[in-house]
């Protein structure tokens, strides 16, 4: 009897044995039109998929705006996002950056705090910058302005004058940027927005710091990728 159970576990060992190296190792040639997916240990050890928003993804060329195709696509995941609304899905993909000031309602994605919205790419990236903070002071940023229409620049200007940027020419109208409460940029948190910002792809321009070219505004923060996109591609 002991005989036989050796056998049998001896059996059972082999075929599994094979049967891993079967699922282990794809046929040489597959069947055209077929398709091999991972194995269990490729799938149990792949990377996770990668979120992190891509760079904005305007061109230039012929005098219009042109979308780079090899970079563009909707087929990735969408992040559910938490706001003070409920959840909001935001893919992160800009297919069409509009205009400043007319970015088209498609291309913009809610933020935390209602009512204020940012490109998706910026959306994105900013969430992950909020959701660091969160975990690390217990409540999210305090935001005071984000995306701003043509109109609601032009209204600023009127209000503030010479610190506020003419209509069509602010980074807030290609929503690409947001205005921090005081609680925010300033003592502690301050220090840890300094240190931390530019890992999410964000920061306070140097025009904006101290002795920079324009009004002091530790405030204004914004999505360098997008910032930079939009100036190579001469729209800014």
């Known amino acids: 009897m002991v005989g036989r159970i050796a056998v049998l576990g001896a059996l059972v060992l082999s075929l599994s044995a094979t ?12 069947a055209p039109g077929s398709e091999i997916g991972p194995t ?3 799938a149990l050890t792949s990377r996770p ?4 928003p891509p760079p904005s993804l305007v061109s230039h060329a012929g005098g219009e705006r042109a979308l780079d195709a090899q970079r ?3 087929s990735g995941s ?3 996002l938490q706001t003070d609304g409920g959840s909001v899905y935001c893919d992160g993909i800009v297919t069409d950056p509009g205009t400043n000031g007319r970015v088209p309602d498609a291309e913009l994605c809610d933020l935390w705090q209602e009512p204020y ?3 998706a790419d910026a959306a994105v990236s900013i969430f992950a910058l909020n959701d660091m903070y969160v975990a690390r002071f217990g409540e999210p940023m305090c ?3 984000a995306y701003r229409t043509f109109e609601e620049q032009a209204a600023l200007r009127r209000k503030k004058g010479a610190i506020a940027a003419p209509a069509g020419l602010s980074n807030h109208g290609w929503g690409l940027a947001v205005d921090f409460c005081p609680e925010t940029y300033t003592g502690a948190r301050g220090d840890w927005l300094w240190a931390n910002a530019a890992t999410f792809g964000w920061e306070n321009p140097e025009w904006a710091r101290k002795g920079g070219s324009g009004f002091y505004e ?18 800014s």
């Open 19 to 30: 049967v891993l190296a079967e699922d282990s190792v794809p046929p040489a040639n597959p």
């Open 40 to 42: 269990t240990v490729e």
């Open 49 to 52: 998929l990668d979120l992190s």
């Open 72 to 74: 563009v696509s909707r």
């Open 78 to 80: 969408r992040l559910e």
């Open 117 to 119: 919205r940012d490109r």
């Open 143 to 145: 935001l005071s302005s």
């Open 218 to 235: 530790p405030w204004h923060w914004e999505y360098v990728a997008g910032v930079q996109a939009i100036a190579a591609a001469g729209l």
